[in-house]
């Protein structure tokens, strides 16, 4: 067993954990905010599902998942800029349990998790086809176009699973508020993948004939 790789993860997710706890509960004011217990659930539930099988069956792929340490200049403002859209999210979703702003119906709420319980479907099948998929815009040793599945309808189906993750997020927490914010994401992803198809395509070798097979970034027949 890999010690080192198993203290990063559990470091990290741990990490996450509570920084995202802090974040929801402390302007909420109080641990009564189901919602944020909700969300935590469906969040790091399947998280660390997905870190355990990684670890077991496919520990490079978990470390390059856990490095997110951008050496694009590009796309550390990207990173910036994500940070306080995360940030504001939750604590205005907090801000809005405690001062009862605006309530969503609870059907609402339930088909968000539904939709973000799918989105970490996608997002699980896109780590499956991808084994070089990095948190960094990089090209690993030996790296491989990847043009079939998901990767054959969309040259991006992580950014489209976690722009469904990210919008249903703030639904889940009862906060549309919270919602206007990360209507941000899109846009940041537009840039993040301006930037990051440069890369590929000048370090990735069968990347540009990949883009004339693939025409679609996100959606099919959208963008």
């Known amino acids: 067993m890999d010690r080192e790789l198993f203290s990063q993860a559990l470091t990290k997710f741990l990490f996450g954990l509570i920084i995202i706890c802090l974040l929801l509960f402390i302007p909420a004011g109080s641990l009564n905010y189901y919602n944020g217990w909700l969300f935590i659930a469906l969040l790091f539930v399947p998280m660390l599902i997905a870190g355990i099988i990684m670890f077991i069956k496919s520990p490079d792929l978990l470390k390059r998942r856990l490095n997110a340490k951008e050496e694009e200049n590009e796309q550390k403002i990207v990173i910036f800029i994500s940070g306080i859209m995360f940030f504001l999210a939750f604590i205005v979703a907090g801000l809005n349990f405690r001062f ?15 939709i973000f319980l799918l989105s970490y479907i996608m997002y699980a099948e896109v780590l499956r086809e991808n084994t070089y998929l990095s948190r960094t ?4 040793e030996n790296q491989k176009v990847v043009d079939s599945g998901l990767y054959g309808i969309v040259r991006h189906p992580m950014y489209t699973s976690t722009i469904f993750l990210f919008l249903s997020m703030p639904l889940i927490l009862d906060s549309i508020f919270s919602f206007v914010i990360m209507l941000i994401y899109p846009l940041i992803i537009l840039f993040r993948i301006k930037n990051e198809e440069k890369v590929l395509e000048n370090e990735l070798k069968g990347y540009k004939e990949y883009k004339e097979k693939v025409k679609y970034k996100i959606l099919p027949y959208i963008w």
């Open 137 to 140: 815009v990089e090209v690993s």
């Open 100 to 114: 009862g702003w605006f309530k969503l119906p609870q059907t609402i709420i339930i088909i968000a998790s539904i």
